[in-house]
């Protein structure tokens, strides 16, 4: 069974950082090393948007130009895990951040429960 767990949402102040951490249960590591990973947040009466990812394969990135320069998407394959490293943090930045996984093989798509993140002062 494929689980997701996100965490390390909160409160921060503009200009401050976070570090978002997502889990991911139910794949051995060499499926999980070529999965696409991706970030994803939803505000407040708006759609959901990508803000980052891993393409299959799982080398490759690309981010929302927003984030661009300020967010940084890793991986540590042996953890299976993915991280969304988050500074100098704007309140429009401020969101529901979505982990998702789409398993390389079989094509389906996970998704976990996600984590709150406000920026404001």
């Known amino acids: 069974q494929v689980r997701l767990v996100e965490s390390g949402g909160g409160l921060v102040q503009p200009g401050g950082s976070l570090r978002l951490s997502c889990e991911v249960a139910g794949f051995n590591e060499f499926t999980f090393s070529r999965a696409a990973v991706s970030w994803y947040r939803q505000a407040p009466g708006k759609e959901r948007e990508l803000v980052a990812e891993?393409?299959?394969?799982?080398?490759?990135?690309n981010y929302a130009p927003s984030v661009l320069g300020r967010f940084t998407i890793s991986r540590d394959n042996a953890e299976n895990t993915v991280y969304l490293q988050m500074n100098s943090l704007k309140p429009e930045d401020t969101a529901v951040y979505f982990c998702s996984v789409r398993h390389p093989l079989i094509g389906a798509d996970y998704w976990g429960q996600g984590t709150q993140v406000t920026v404001s002062s």
């Open positions: 891993f393409f299959s394969g799982g080398t490759s990135t």
